[in-house]
């Protein structure tokens, strides 16, 4: 039963290149359940209908993500809406090289341009004795921020709170600052697939694309603390221009993603 309504619905999504994962995760939200294939029972009309609009859906080519409103990264579930961008997995390597170069046994950490928070959330979620503040412009992505927050229960030592990285101050004494800002140039991100979909004002980083890097690089070396680490999403092309505007930073270095691209910019002070 469940087989063949995967296998017809995934006939539909001409358009996506992995047709029948799509249907299965979106059949397996419309059932509520873990995973479609292991429910051998008639479905009902209600959930047969809530499918077909999920594939409806998936045909006009929103993601797969915004139609369940949700993603896993770092192994962890995270709400999500129109204003967050969909947590991507070349993410994970921020994530994994901030705890790599953590010295810190309870450091204070702020995530800029949280989103749906994914980066601070994880990292108070493996650093255990860790506190952190998650900011963004965006009153709509801090929503599901804090619905992350309550989801994954850290209210005890996550916070979110409205900042503009571009125009407001933050405040001192942070061991880790971590920001996958805005990167595209503005000329690219109209060309882009994605920005039909995702929120262009987390994408667009100027006309070269290093707007949201000049000014977070000069306001967190002030920030941090001693040794205190500033960690970077870069695009695949910024592994050069990133690092040259951190020329006050004692060590610098620049990680690739799985894809071989260059992704992460750790700079120590
Ligand atoms: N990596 C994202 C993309 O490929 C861009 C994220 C960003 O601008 N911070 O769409």
Redesign the pocket.
């Known amino acids: 039963m469940v087989r063949k309504i995967l296998n017809e619905a995934a006939k539909k999504l001409t358009n996506s290149p992995t047709p029948l994962l799509d249907a299965r995760v979106l059949l397996s939200k419309a059932l509520n359940c873990e995973n479609a294939l292991v429910v051998f029972r008639d479905l009902t009309d209600k959930e047969i209908s809530t499918f077909n609009e999920y594939i409806v859906k998936r045909m006009q080519g929103i993601p797969v993500s915004y139609i369940t409103g949700e993603k896993e990264f770092m192994g962890l579930n995270f709400i999500l809406n129109n204003s967050t961008?969909i947590p991507?997995p070349?993410?994970e390597c921020l994530v994994e090289k901030v705890i790599e170069h953590n010295n810190f046994s309870a450091p204070r950490i702020l995530d800029l341009?949280t989103g749906s928070g994914c980066i601070g959330i994880s990292l108070a979620y493996m650093i255990k004795n860790s506190s952190v503040e998650l900011t963004d412009i965006s009153l709509e992505a801090l929503n599901a921020a804090i619905e992350n927050i309550n989801l994954h229960n850290l209210n005890s030592r996550v916070k979110a709170y409205k900042l503009d990285v571009i125009s407001d101050a933050i405040e001192n004494n942070y061991d880790i600052i971590t920001a996958?800002?805005?990167?595209?140039p503005t000329e690219v991100v109209k060309g882009?697939d994605?920005s039909r979909f995702?929120p262009v004002r987390?994408?667009d980083?100027g006309a070269d694309g290093l707007d949201f890097y000049r000014i977070i690089i000069e306001k967190a070396y002030y920030a941090l603390n001693e040794n205190g680490i500033l960690a970077l999403?870069i695009?695949y092309d910024q592994g050069e221009s990133v690092p040259k505007l951190m020329n006050k930073f004692k060590s610098v270095y620049v990680y690739k993603d799985y894809g071989e691209n260059d992704r992460v910019v750790i700079g120590m002070k």
């Open positions: 961008l991507r070349d993410t341009c996958n800002p805005p990167y595209i882009l994605v995702e987390a994408l980083g999403e695009g």
